[in-house]
């Protein structure tokens, strides 16, 4: 396909839509994407989005509109992406992992002027659609959807040129609160971020980057896809996590490049493929999501592919700290030194003052990449920041060489499969239950996924309820991720002094239930096995 550049942009800044528009001028015919095996190269990228972008813009959508998708990975959603950025509208990446109740409660707060789906998602949408009773335009992604008609903007915006501060991405995320806040990063956010990731972890046209977190994640744009758009690089889109199908893909494809976060890693290195795989051509291995475990480094550094740490948020757009794979051997447990363009500090809890040299604290960051707020929460906004700081809620601390470390969370959220988990939000879900009075949920350490949620449920008076019900309804309600693994019936909860909830107490009763069951798991195994080889002798004699 043909090229030709819109000349509506030349005069404009350099915001995200330029950089496709550039690349395909100077790169026209290398791949871009290779999406399950169909590939696409620069120009015709370029020309779709920048095709849709216009078709956008005369059906009356402009900058302060948002566009919300319900899509997994592929280049139709990508495709979207650069639309939007060209025409100045912030895309809003819903999750598909949401159940229809989860789902509607974000349309509902993002309130969208369009929403695009995938076909594969149009059931859970449209039931989404239904419970947030939302009168919002509808089309499917794609050549045959959207981009071959657009429906009319309800309230047309006023065109106008796009500006490096105008929305670009909408990401929601799970809070200390009950509720799922949307995350505003800027044009100018997501440059800063990716020209920090160009020079600490360059990539170059050469690469292949293999994409495989889900697109409605901040670091499915903005860890290595979004730079390698940039630099003219090419993307392999997965669209799910098999470890067999990642592993052949890296050596088929000849990866350069990916990131993931520990549970995808060590599922990764307990596949049946992983010893036999041809990973030669994987150079840079970015973990983040959670702290990787030295055993985890140890089996792939006996692979000979050493692992990046990195640690960000989604309100830092994410990346905040990296560490070098050559430091990693002899720093357990870090997660490195600041992104160029990226301040940090150590803050002590109780003072609030600044803390130098070795120390531990919260963790502040400041820098251009760090979000312009919450959509719609000036109050979360405010509780967030602390004048141009953001403040993480992480608690860290910072060796005599500078490198940090993630000690704990001083917010109640833990992390199942690299995926934030609110305990607020999984009580609420629970909560909805006629027969539950009151509920706490807490993370306790897992093997495979980091962590996982230990509910304490206080059941209605009278009530006869069983954990299956409780479990059956948290999966009505909830994504996966969120779903306890275990539930415990108390008859109060433990509250502190100040009529706190008692996490930390729970957090010890949660690790020893879980290992308690654990125990009577492995009894049952070892009965069963000593049965069946009973069994097999007797039919023996």
């Known amino acids: 396909m043909t090229w030709n550049a819109d000349p509506d942009l030349d005069d404009g800044p350099h915001t995200i839509g330029r950089w496709i528009v550039d690349r395909a001028t100077r790169s026209p015919e290398r791949t871009a994407l290779d999406d399950r095996g169909v590939t696409t190269d620069y120009a015709t990228l370029a020309a779709r989005a920048a095709g849709l972008a216009d078709a956008l813009r005369q059906a009356g959508y402009g900058p302060g509109d948002r566009i919300a998708t319900v899509s997994g990975n592929s280049t139709d959603h990508v495709v979207a992406f650069f639309a ?102 800027t044009h100018a956010n997501c440059f800063w971020n990716n020209l920090a990731l160009a020079q600490a972890l360059p990539l170059t046209q050469d690469d292949v980057v293999l994409a495989m977190l889900p697109q409605f994640h901040v670091a499915a744009w903005n860890c290595q896809p979004l730079l390698a758009w940039w630099v003219g690089a090419t993307v392999v889109l997965e669209r799910s996590f098999q470890p067999d199908r990642v592993l052949h ?180 879900a629970l909560c909805l239950h006629p027969l539950v009075e009151a509920a706490a949920v807490v993370g306790v350490p897992d093997a495979v996924w980091g962590e996982r949620g230990v509910a304490f449920v206080v059941p209605a008076d009278g009530a006869a309820l069983s954990a299956d019900e409780v479990l059956t309804h948290a999966r009505l309600n909830l994504a996966a991720f969120k779903v306890p693994v275990h539930v415990e019936f108390v008859d109060r909860l433990p509250r502190s002094t100040i009529e706190k909830l008692a996490r930390a107490r729970l957090r010890d009763t ?7 069951h654990r125990e009577q798991e492995d009894r049952a195994g070892e009965r069963a096995h000593g049965a069946v080889h009973e069994g097999t002798k007797g039919e023996a004699r």
């Open 249 to 428: 893909l890296i050596a088929d494809r000849k990866v350069t490049a990916m990131m993931g976060v520990p549970t995808q890693y060590a599922l990764l290195a307990n596949a049946r493929g992983w010893r036999t795989t041809d990973a030669s051509s994987l150079r840079l291995a970015l973990v983040g999501g959670a702290t990787m475990p030295v055993s985890l480094q140890e089996a792939w550094a006996e692979r000979g592919i050493p692992l990046t740490q990195g640690y960000g948020l989604t309100e830092a757009a994410p990346n905040v700290l990296h560490l070098p794979a050559a430091e990693a051997t002899g720093t357990p447990g870090a997660v490195g030194r600041p992104y160029p363009h990226v301040s940090v500090r150590i803050v002590d809890v109780a003072s609030g003052l600044t803390l130098e040299g070795e120390a531990t604290g919260e963790l502040w960051v400041r820098g251009p990449s760090v979000f312009a707020g919450y959509l719609g929460d000036d109050d979360a906004t405010a509780r967030a920041m602390s004048g141009d700081w953001l403040r993480t809620g992480d608690l860290a601390s910072r060796d005599a060489s500078g490198i940090y470390r993630i000690v704990d969370r001083l917010k109640d959220i833990f992390i199942s499969g690299g995926e934030n988990v609110a305990p607020a939000e999984v009580e609420y």
């Open 510 to 516: 949660a690790r020893s239930l879980v290992e308690q």
């Open 84 to 185: 939007c950025a060209i025409a100045g509208i912030a895309i809003v990446p819903l999750s598909w992992r949401l159940t229809p109740r989860e789902l509607a409660e974000v349309l509902t707060r993002s309130a969208p002027a369009l929403v695009l789906i995938e076909d594969e998602h149009m059931a859970l949408a449209g039931e989404a659609l239904r419970g947030a009773a939302l009168d919002t335009p509808v089309a499917g992604l794609g050549t045959t959807g959207v981009e071959a008609s657009v429906p009319r903007a309800a309230n047309p915006a006023p065109r106008r040129p796009v500006r490096d501060d105008d929305p670009l991405l909408v990401i929601f995320t799970s809070g200390s609160e009950a509720a799922p806040k949307g995350v505003v990063l």
